[in-house]
């Protein structure tokens, strides 16, 4: 039942071969026993935590001496039906992943390939004989996470519960979610957001069933359904989640929770909100990670990099992020005071929600219920010594009116605000009623921004764009050039693109733009302003990534077709 390149057969100790070898002492073969017995780990684990072999010897060892194959799980797609003859539970206990099968040979990548527990195990229940391949302890897990879609499955005709992504469809049966189902079917929602990337999660019953929706790089993808039947329970559970109220079912709620993936903590909101058919819940999925990133990582180009961290660090003024909601308006804001803030400075944010708790800033919940709105917020702020002030967003003037003050009183306050672009933003607060001559002096600098689909690198494949379509975009004088487009494979779930990236326009408030906003000037003459003195839109922003081959002409569109509108009114 098992083979490793046809050298080993039988039950063969590690610790003894390692010893024999030459590669640890009896002693500390001892010592690894001895907390092998304390902890209940495998013995390749204990020895490389202790520090007496490394996992890059313990390979290079399993190959040289007992020649035993290595495989790289970076480059090799394991087979998805292979991998689905084992349970993940048994995959995730035995730290194993199925790589591919050859007849009734099963090829197994492992990161101790004398495991023999784990080959009986995986033997028995896929009545294959296995050949043992060596990989690490990281890459293994890193596939179980990739590969795996659900935690437990068994094909059943009753099924309760059908997971359907662009490439398979797997079952519960109502034996599987018969004890906690609810928190079973939870948890395997979640799960799949986590492997998704989704950044939403939308639960949502109509007549007949519960439908799942993860929102993936920005675009809606349906990924299970379940029996209306599910419904109830699947809200009470989210419910006693987040701690809201399990007997109201007809107004809207918002909470919080965490979940713990093992690999990170991830926080996750949640709205629910009555419908025809019963109430809809949106999880929204914030982790830490993805959003506090370095300023390397947000995509300015080296022309917009030096503007950013020109105006962030400037004594005071007001920074304004514009955009639609998804853009990613969150992530600069943070990074920008991420940077800035230290000891030396009181650092004061009013957010709804507050998403991150940021090292050395006091953030503040709005909460109407207890009057604390951004307005109130911010006066409130301003009485507190603060050298910088982040606003969560400017939806009117009362706010607008404070924040100008707070800029034009010493403090350097960020905001975001829901316009198109940069140069109609200018305009807006001219709009909401604030005087033009104290919009022009308070504000520093607008950045536009918007979250552009990467092609996925696995697969993307390369064209030469028609003359009308270089013409279309303004690039026809450069009719050599070589364009992207996405394919689908299995690293991106046959979308063609994996991640988003940001592009952006900053204006930076010159004397020239200042005279602009004192004279009302509409948005388009800012904008032409300002293309005379460097300004790059949206547009061309996201052309630069299409050139570069990091995404495709038909994802700039999609996102910068309101602004190009905007920019033409």
Same mark, same amino acid.
């Given at each position: 039942?098992?083979?490793?390149?046809?050298?080993?057969?039988?039950?063969?100790?590690?610790?003894?071969?390692?010893?024999?070898?030459?590669?640890?002492?009896?002693?500390?073969?001892?010592?690894?026993?001895?907390?092998?017995?304390?902890?209940?780990?495998?013995?390749?684990?204990?020895?490389?935590?202790?520090?007496?072999?490394?996992?890059?010897?313990?390979?290079?060892?399993?190959?040289?001496?007992?020649?035993?194959?290595?495989?790289?799980?970076?480059?090799?797609?394991?087979?998805?039906?292979?991998?689905?003859?084992?349970?993940?539970?048994?995959?995730?206990?035995?730290?194993?992943?199925?790589?591919?099968?050859?007849?009734?040979?099963?090829?197994?990548?492992?990161?101790?390939?004398?495991?023999?527990?784990?080959?009986?195990?995986?033997?028995?229940?896929?009545?294959?004989?296995?050949? *043992?391949?060596?990989?690490?302890?990281? +890459? !293994?897990?890193?596939?179980? =996470? &990739?590969?795996?879609?659900?935690?437990? %499955?068994? $094909?059943?005709?009753?099924?309760?519960?059908?997971?359907?992504?662009?490439?398979?469809?797997?079952?519960?049966?109502?034996?599987?979610?018969?004890?906690?189902?609810?928190?079973?079917?939870?948890?395997?929602?979640?799960?799949?957001?986590?492997?998704?990337?989704?950044?939403?999660?939308?639960?949502?019953?109509?007549?007949?069933?519960?439908?799942?929706?993860?929102?993936?790089?920005?675009?809606?993808?349906?990924?299970?359904?379940?029996?209306?039947?599910?419904?109830?329970?699947?809200?009470?559970?989210?419910?006693?989640?987040?701690?809201?109220?399990?007997?109201?079912?007809? *107004?809207?709620?918002?909470?919080?929770? +965490? !979940?713990?993936?093992?690999? =990170? &903590?991830?926080?996750?909101?949640?709205? %629910?909100? $009555?419908?025809?058919?019963?109430?809809?819940?949106?999880?929204?999925?914030?982790?830490?990670?993805?959003?506090?990133?370095?300023?390397?990582?947000?995509?300015?180009?080296?022309?917009?990099?030096?503007?950013?961290?020109?105006?962030?660090?400037?004594?005071?003024?007001?920074?304004?992020?514009?955009?639609?909601?998804?853009?990613?308006?969150?992530?600069?804001?943070?990074?920008?005071?991420?940077?800035?803030?230290?000891?030396?400075?009181?650092?004061?944010?009013?957010?709804?929600?507050?998403?991150?708790?940021?090292?050395?800033?006091?953030?503040?919940?709005?909460?109407?219920? *207890?009057?604390?709105?951004?307005?109130?917020?911010?006066?409130?702020?301003?009485?507190?010594?603060?050298?910088?002030?982040?606003?969560?967003?400017?939806?009117?003037?009362?706010?607008?009116?404070?924040?100008?003050?707070?800029?034009?009183?010493?403090?350097?306050?960020?905001?975001?605000?829901?316009?198109?672009?940069?140069?109609?933003?200018?305009?807006?607060?001219?709009?909401?009623?604030?005087?033009?001559?104290?919009?022009?002096?308070?504000?520093?600098?607008?950045?536009?921004?918007?979250?552009?689909?990467?092609?996925?690198?696995?697969?993307?494949?390369?064209?030469?764009?028609?003359?009308?379509?270089?013409?279309?975009?303004?690039?026809?004088?450069?009719?050599?050039?070589?364009?992207?487009?996405?394919?689908?494979?299995?690293?991106?779930?046959?979308?063609?693109?994996?991640?988003?990236?940001?592009?952006?326009?900053?204006?930076?408030?010159?004397?020239?733009?200042?005279?602009?906003?004192?004279?009302?000037?509409?948005?388009?003459?800012?904008?032409?302003?300002?293309?005379?003195?460097?300004?790059?839109?949206?547009?061309?922003?996201?052309?630069?990534?299409?050139?570069?081959?990091?995404?495709?002409?038909?994802?700039?569109?999609?996102?910068?077709?309101?602004?190009?509108?905007?920019?033409?009114?």
């Amino acid at each position: 039942m098992y083979n490793t390149a046809g050298q080993c057969s039988g039950k063969i100790r590690l610790g003894e071969l390692l010893v024999a070898f030459g590669i640890i002492t009896q002693e500390q073969l001892e010592d690894a026993l001895f907390e092998q017995k304390k902890s209940g780990r495998r013995l390749g684990h204990v020895l490389r935590q202790l520090g007496y072999v490394s996992e890059e010897t313990m390979i290079e060892f399993l190959g040289k001496q007992l020649n035993i194959p290595s495989i790289d799980l970076e480059q090799v797609v394991p087979d998805k039906e292979v991998v689905n003859l084992i349970p993940e539970a048994i995959a995730r206990r035995h730290k194993v992943i199925p790589v591919s099968r050859v007849g009734n040979v099963l090829t197994l990548a492992m990161p101790d390939p004398l495991d023999v527990f784990a080959i009986d195990d995986v033997a028995g229940i896929s009545g294959c004989d296995i050949n *043992a391949v060596v990989s690490t302890e990281r +890459s !293994v897990l890193k596939a179980i =996470d &990739k590969y795996y879609w659900i935690q437990e %499955t068994a $094909p059943d005709a009753d099924a309760d519960v059908t997971y359907s992504t662009d490439h398979s469809e797997k079952l519960i049966d109502n034996a599987n979610m018969a004890d906690g189902s609810a928190v079973k079917l939870v948890n395997m929602i979640i799960r799949q957001a986590v492997n998704d990337r989704a950044s939403d999660i939308h639960i949502e019953p109509d007549e007949r069933q519960l439908r799942i929706r993860n929102r993936v790089d920005g675009i809606l993808h349906e990924v299970m359904t379940a029996l209306m039947s599910m419904h109830a329970e699947v809200v009470s559970r989210l419910k006693i989640m987040a701690d809201l109220d399990i007997a109201e079912k007809r *107004a809207p709620q918002d909470g919080r929770f +965490s !979940v713990d993936t093992g690999n =990170d &903590k991830i926080d996750i909101r949640i709205s %629910t909100v $009555p419908t025809i058919f019963g109430e809809k819940i949106v999880l929204r999925l914030l982790e830490k990670k993805a959003i506090m990133v370095g300023e390397e990582k947000l995509g300015f180009d080296e022309r917009d990099l030096p503007r950013f961290r020109r105006m962030i660090n400037r004594p005071y003024g007001m920074i304004l992020v514009a955009g639609p909601t998804g853009s990613g308006k969150t992530t600069t804001l943070y990074t920008a005071l991420n940077i800035i803030a230290d000891v030396e400075k009181n650092v004061v944010t009013i957010e709804d929600p507050v998403e991150y708790k940021l090292a050395l800033t006091n953030q503040i919940q709005v909460n109407p219920k *207890a009057g604390v709105t951004f307005a109130s917020g911010l006066r409130s702020i301003l009485r507190q010594d603060p050298d910088v002030i982040m606003v969560g967003e400017i939806r009117d003037k009362e706010t607008a009116d404070i924040a100008v003050h707070a800029a034009l009183s010493g403090h350097l306050v960020f905001s975001t605000i829901h316009t198109n672009d940069a140069p109609s933003t200018a305009a807006r607060f001219i709009e909401m009623g604030i005087e033009p001559f104290l919009a022009s002096s308070a504000i520093l600098g607008i950045i536009a921004q918007r979250l552009v689909r990467l092609l996925c690198e696995h697969c993307k494949e390369e064209y030469a764009p028609t003359p009308e379509l270089l013409d279309e975009l303004g690039l026809s004088d450069a009719p050599n050039l070589l364009f992207y487009r996405p394919h689908g494979c299995i690293e991106c779930k046959g979308t063609g693109y994996k991640g988003r990236e940001a592009i952006f326009e900053i204006l930076e408030v010159d004397e020239e733009i200042k005279n602009l906003i004192v004279a009302k000037a509409p948005a388009a003459r800012i904008r032409d302003a300002a293309l005379r003195r460097g300004f790059r839109t949206l547009r061309d922003a996201g052309l630069a990534k299409i050139v570069q081959g990091k995404t495709s002409v038909e994802a700039v569109l999609r996102v910068t077709q309101e602004a190009e509108v905007a920019a033409d009114d």
